[in-house]
Structure formats: structure tokens, C-alpha cells
């Protein structure tokens, strides 16, 4: 099967859909992220007809968020390999107190050591509740010298102020994570729970690990990284360069843009493309960033006009928003319990279609 032309996520947080194509079914991102579609990208990728590891010509991820600037870190071989390095250096430490030492620092300049940082805060954030700081949201370019192309991740020097690490409450409004009375959810004993006079960090009431959850060992995320570079160096020995129409990233396998999608609209005919749509759901747990619902609708639409298979993920149906042509999915049986609807509107029939087991009549009672 001829692999993908084009894959894009305007709004790509962990981008769990994409590193599976790109790595196979097994591939995992860095660290938890709110929203993330990991447990259903397969299932999304048969709908376009494509297979995990299968891979594509070109990749483009977008985010306004933290991920903007740590997937370009990531990505480079050298950045990749610092940020490694740090991690594993923390090995054997009580991983709260690694926690709540690292969110009263302010980032380091240094942005190798910065995305190390980001990471285990959002490693350890319950709930996989997102967690960044405030200059996450401003615009600066590194030059990625593997690839010959410009990044764009995040501000060339941090402003000389101090910075508060923020996290969602749950309803979508940044609150400051770390500080008490806040009511941010805590990863500690006894799981994600709504702690209002605990620090936004880790509780440790059984001993030096207690039965505190989520990911223990910073070596954990250093091996994510590593298996991560595997597989990118693979697909891009593997992948003939792409010229990606995306000013200011020349032709690349890979592109990132800090930024919000409306920032980048990728021109031309899109036959051949894949756009996947996963914004934060409305009125549904937020990230500190919003894109609205008529934005969404409207860029899906010009991307589908364009030729390219739009996929739409959001907690409810939207195919009767967009029209003609397109189909909605129900994917809810195949998430977490409790996690909420699930759906996929998509602007062409699926290839593919999940089978949603029907409630028995007692089970539905």
C-alpha cells in the first residue's frame, strides 16, 4: 500500500496518532497528555486506510501548547540526547520530591534541559492534567541542523521575570500548579484526587514510594525518547524528502509550528493528505488554550474542499455540522471507562468502521 502523502495535526499535543503510523502499534509518547488518542489510533488510522508502522511521506504537527517547542527538542539528535541524559541523571529519586523540587525552579534557559524539566512535571501531573509555563505560548525558531530545515518552538530567550508553572483545573482555566488553594488534581497515594490544600505536585504517606502512581523512573520517559528516535531515524532513512508547502521549513520529512493552527494553513491540493483535528472539546476539561468550535469547522471544511481526508475528533457527532458527505463515528467503546464520549467525524466514509457492542438490556438498566 502506497504509505500517506501528508499528515497533519494542527492541534497535535502528544501526537499519539501520528507516532503510531510512523512506529507501530507499540510506540508511545513521551509522557501522558490529557485527550491523547493512543488507545485509538489504530482504529483511526483503518479509517483512512493506513496501518501502524506503516508510515508517511511527511509529517507536520502543530500545537500552541508546550508540545510546540518540546517536539522540536525532541526531534533533533543532539537536543534528543541532552534531554536523555537529564532524565536519567534523576534516577533513584523519591519522584515527588523530584516533582515538587523542579516546579519551584524557574525553566532553564537551557532548552534541552527545560524540555527534561516540562517533562517529568507532566510525567507525574495525575490525570495526565496538563502542566506548562507560562512563556509555553511565545513564538521563537531554533534551526534543526539534521534536517537542513527551521523549527519554529517557543521564544529565543526567556524574559528575565518570574515564571509560574500553570496547570487546568478541570474546567478549563490555567491555575498556578504547586501553590496551595488552588484546587489542581495531585498524583500521589491513592491516586488522581481533588486535593484543594495540597501542592499540585506528589503525596507520600506509605514510606519513600508509597503507593504513589503513574510513571516512578525518569528512565521510563529517557527510554520513550530513545525508542522514539529509533523509529523517526528509520522512517526518515526510509522516506524520500517531501516539499511540505509550509513557508519557512524548506522541504523536510518532519515539520513542527508552535503556534495555533490558524497560524498555518498549508496550501495547494491535499489528495493524498490526512487531517487530524483533536481540539479541546467544548465545554469539556481545557488546557489554558482554546480553539473554537466555528474555527474548527471551517478549517476542517477548506482542508476537505482541498482534497484531504479530515478526520474531526470531539465528544459529540459534527457531521451534521459540516454537511454533506461527512459520517460521524462512535468510538466511546473503545476508550477508558469513564472517560466520556468519543467521537470521529470524518469527511469521506471510512475505510474501516469500529463495532460498538450494544448494552444488554440489564446492563443498560
Request: one cysteine or more; a positive charge; glycine letters at 12%.
Amino acid at each position: 500500500m502506497t504509505p500517506l502523502r501528508l499528515v497533519y495535526e494542527p492541534c497535535a499535543g502528544g501526537a499519539a496518532f501520528t507516532l503510531a503510523l510512523l512506529g507501530g502499534p507499540r510506540m508511545e509518547p513521551p509522557v501522558a497528555w490529557m485527550g491523547s488518542k493512543r488507545r485509538l489510533a489504530r482504529h483511526m488510522l483503518a479509517m483512512v486506510g493506513a496501518r501502524p508502522g506503516e508510515g508517511a511521506e511527511a509529517v507536520v504537527l502543530a500545537d500552541p501548547g508546550p508540545w510546540g517547542w518540546v517536539w522540536p527538542v525532541l526531534l533533533q539528535e543532539d537536543t534528543r540526547a541532552a534531554v536523555v541524559a537529564t532524565l536519567r541523571s534523576w534516577r533513584g529519586r523519591d519522584p515527588r520530591t523530584l516533582w515538587n523540587d523542579l516546579a519551584a525552579q524557574p525553566p532553564p534557559e537551557d532548552l534541552a534541559h527545560r524540555a527534561a524539566h516540562w517533562l517529568w512535571l507532566q510525567a507525574r501531573a495525575a490525570g495526565a492534567v496538563p502542566v506548562w509555563w507560562e512563556s509555553s505560548t511565545r513564538t521563537y525558531r531554533i534551526h534543526d541542523h539534521h534536517s537542513g530545515g527551521t523549527v519554529r518552538a517557543g521564544q529565543t530567550g526567556l524574559e528575565r521575570r518570574p515564571e509560574r508553572l500553570l496547570a487546568s483545573d478541570g474546567r478549563g482555566d490555567p491555575r498556578p500548579a504547586g501553590q496551595r488553594g488552588d484546587g489542581v488534581l495531585v498524583q500521589g497515594s491513592g491516586g488522581a484526587r481533588r486535593k484543594t490544600p495540597q501542592p499540585a505536585g506528589q503525596r507520600n504517606t506509605d514510606g519513600p514510594l508509597g503507593r504513589c502512581k503513574g510513571i516512578m523512573d525518569p528512565g521510563t520517559v529517557a527510554g520513550r525518547l530513545d525508542a522514539l528516535a529509533e523509529h523517526v531515524a528509520r522512517w526518515r532513512l526510509a522516506t524520500a524528502r517531501a516539499s511540505v508547502s509550509l513557508t519557512g521549513f524548506g522541504a523536510d520529512t518532519i515539520a513542527i509550528h508552535h503556534g495555533p493552527a490558524e497560524d498555518l494553513v498549508l496550501d495547494g491540493d491535499h489528495r493524498g493528505t490526512v487531517v487530524l483535528f483533536d481540539p479541546p472539546y467544548q465545554g469539556r476539561t481545557g488546557y489554558g488554550w482554546d480553539m473554537p468550535r466555528a474555527q474548527v469547522l471551517e478549517l476542517a471544511r477548506a482542508y476537505a474542499d482541498a482534497g484531504a481526508w479530515v478526520l474531526l475528533c470531539e465528544a459529540v457527532p459534527l457531521d451534521g455540522d459540516l454537511g454533506p458527505g461527512w459520517e460521524a463515528h462512535d468510538l466511546t467503546s473503545l476508550c477508558r471507562r469513564g472517560s466520556g464520549p468519543e467521537w470521529v467525524t470524518t469527511s469521506r466514509p471510512a475505510r474501516a468502521r469500529v463495532a460498538v457492542q450494544a448494552l444488554l438490556p440489564w446492563a443498560a438498566a
